[in-house]
C-alpha cells in the first residue's frame, strides 16, 4: 500500500528565514504528489502540484517543490518565511492514472510556527 | 463563485446518537470524498464516491455511513457503532478519478457530549 511520510511533526523558525518541510513516499511507480496547506479549523488550499516533466514546481505563495525520483521525495521549500505561513502542511500522493479512484493519500502533516 | 459547502461547521453529538454531516458541491464534480482528520495522523479516507448511487469504503468506514442520491450531495452519517467520533472531517470532490484535482470543504468539526 502507498504511504507518505512527513518527518518533521512540528518545525519552528524564524520570519524570513529559509524553509524546507519534508516528504517521502512510499510507492511502485511514480505517483501524483500534492502539497496543501491548513489553518487551524479551515479546510486544505492547495499550494502545489507535480505530475511529470520539469521536476521543481512552482507554487503559491512563494513555495516551490522538487521532486527526486531516486529519493522518493517531495520536499517543499520557501526562501524567506512569513509570519503569515504559519499553519499546518499536508503532503500527499495519489497513483497516476485512471485505475486509483482518485484517493489522495496523505502524510500526518508538519506544523509550522514563525518567530518573530 | 463554485466550491463545496460543509455545514454545520461545528456539530455536538450526545454519546448513542447518529448524527449527518452535509456535503454539498456545485462544481459538477464526479467524484466525492469524505476525510477523518485527527491530530498528528493526517488525513484518513471514510468513503468515496464516484457517480450517483453509488459509493466505496475508504481505510477507516466501520461506524459510518453515507448516500449519493444527488451528483452534488454526499452527506456522511456518524453512527452510534462509531466509538470514537470527536474530529474534524473533510469532504472533498474531484472532477475525474484521474487523481489531477481536488477542492476541499471547509470541513466540520464533531465532538460527543
Known amino acids: 500500500a502507498q504511504s507518505v511520510t512527513q518527518p518533521d511533526i512540528h518545525i519552528t523558525v524564524s520570519e524570513g528565514a529559509s524553509l524546507e518541510l519534508r516528504c517521502n513516499y512510499s510507492?511502485?511507480?511514480?505517483?501524483?504528489l500534492f502539497w496543501y496547506v491548513q489553518s487551524p479549523g479551515q479546510g486544505l488550499q492547495l499550494l502545489l502540484k507535480y505530475f511529470s516533466g520539469d521536476t521543481l514546481v512552482q507554487g503559491i505563495k512563494g513555495f516551490e517543490a522538487e521532486f527526486k525520483r531516486s529519493q522518493s521525495s517531495f520536499n517543499l521549500r520557501k526562501p524567506s518565511v512569513h509570519w503569515s505561513d504559519a499553519a499546518e502542511y499536508f503532503c500527499a500522493v495519489v497513483k497516476a492514472g485512471g485505475t486509483s479512484y482518485g484517493k489522495l493519500t496523505f502524510g500526518q502533516g508538519t506544523i509550522l510556527t514563525v518567530h518573530p | 463563485d463554485g466550491g463545496i459547502t460543509q455545514s454545520p461547521k461545528y456539530l455536538f453529538r450526545k454519546e448513542g446518537q447518529n448524527v449527518t454531516l452535509s456535503c454539498e458541491q456545485n462544481?459538477?464534480?464526479?467524484?466525492m470524498y469524505w476525510y477523518r482528520q485527527d491530530p498528528g495522523q493526517g488525513l484518513r479516507l471514510i468513503y468515496y464516491?464516484?457517480?450517483?448511487?453509488?459509493?466505496q469504503k475508504g481505510d477507516i468506514a466501520e461506524g459510518y455511513s453515507v448516500s449519493r442520491e444527488k451528483k452534488e450531495s454526499f452527506p456522511l452519517t456518524v453512527t452510534s457503532a462509531q466509538k470514537n467520533p470527536t474530529a474534524f472531517y473533510l469532504c472533498?470532490?474531484?472532477?475525474?478519478?484521474?487523481?489531477?484535482?481536488?477542492?476541499f470543504g471547509s470541513g466540520t468539526r464533531l465532538t460527543v457530549v
Open positions: 510507492y511502485g511507480a511514480t505517483p501524483y
Open positions: 472533498a470532490s474531484s472532477k475525474g478519478v484521474t487523481g489531477r484535482g481536488y477542492t
Open positions: 462544481l459538477n464534480h464526479d467524484a
Open positions: 464516491s464516484q457517480i450517483v448511487n453509488d459509493f
